[in-house]
């Protein structure tokens, strides 16, 4: 059964998270590493912002998600930012980014957060819309022509 967990209540899995968002996201910030991405991972907490969940079932964790101020010092206009969606490739498939950005848009919501941002390349862009999110801007980023997208969370009740 999958569960949304913080990372904070998972100190245990930072090195492993901040390793694979390294792998998967370090072609924008070349200069990162490993060391910095734990540093970041551990400022994280539970009920502010920024803040970092995991998906994870009996097996272990299977990917994960942050909510961020500022997701990349070339953008720094737009605030806040869902960010590093990453699904580990063997869990891949079983809805497990739905679910991870779902949760994500639902505690910005619940933290009063009336826009929320992320960007993304053109090949994730559809995955995206089809959960609501449209396009603010096309923009270089680093290496990579990026696509800002923005979605209004809903008003938590």
């Given at each position: 059964?999958?569960?949304?967990?913080?990372?904070?209540?998972?100190?245990?899995?930072?090195?492993?998270?901040?390793?694979?968002?390294?792998?998967a996201?370090?072609?924008?910030?070349?200069?990162?590493?490993?060391?910095?991405?734990?540093?970041?991972?551990?400022?994280?907490?539970?009920?502010?912002?920024?803040?970092?969940?995991?998906?994870?079932?009996?097996?272990?964790?299977?990917?994960?998600?942050?909510?961020?101020?500022?997701?990349?010092?070339d953008?720094?206009?737009?605030?806040?930012?869902?960010?590093?969606?990453?699904?580990?490739?063997?869990?891949?498939?079983?809805?497990?980014?739905?679910?991870?950005?779902?949760?994500?848009?639902?505690?910005?919501?619940?933290?009063?957060?009336?826009?929320l941002?992320?960007?993304?390349?053109?090949p994730?862009?559809?995955?995206?819309?089809?959960?609501?999110?449209?396009?603010?801007?096309?923009?270089?980023?680093?290496?990579?022509?990026?696509?800002?997208?923005?979605?209004?969370?809903?008003?938590?009740?």
């Open positions: 059964m999958l569960r949304i967990t913080c990372l904070c209540d998972r100190p245990q899995r930072i090195a492993e998270v901040a390793a694979a968002h390294v792998a996201f370090g072609q924008l910030l070349p200069e990162w590493t490993q060391v910095q991405a734990e540093q970041e991972l551990r400022q994280h907490q539970c009920d502010a912002i920024p803040v970092t969940w995991l998906a994870e079932d009996a097996d272990g964790w299977l990917g994960s998600i942050s909510l961020l101020h500022e997701d990349h010092a953008v720094p206009s737009y605030s806040p930012w869902l960010a590093s969606l990453y699904v580990q490739p063997s869990a891949r498939g079983r809805g497990i980014a739905r679910a991870l950005v779902n949760h994500c848009v639902a505690e910005a919501a619940r933290r009063g957060i009336a826009r941002y992320l960007y993304c390349d053109a994730m862009l559809a995955f995206y819309q089809r959960q609501g999110w449209q396009v603010e801007a096309r923009l270089p980023l680093g290496p990579l022509w990026i696509v800002i997208l923005f979605i209004q969370p809903p008003k938590a009740g």
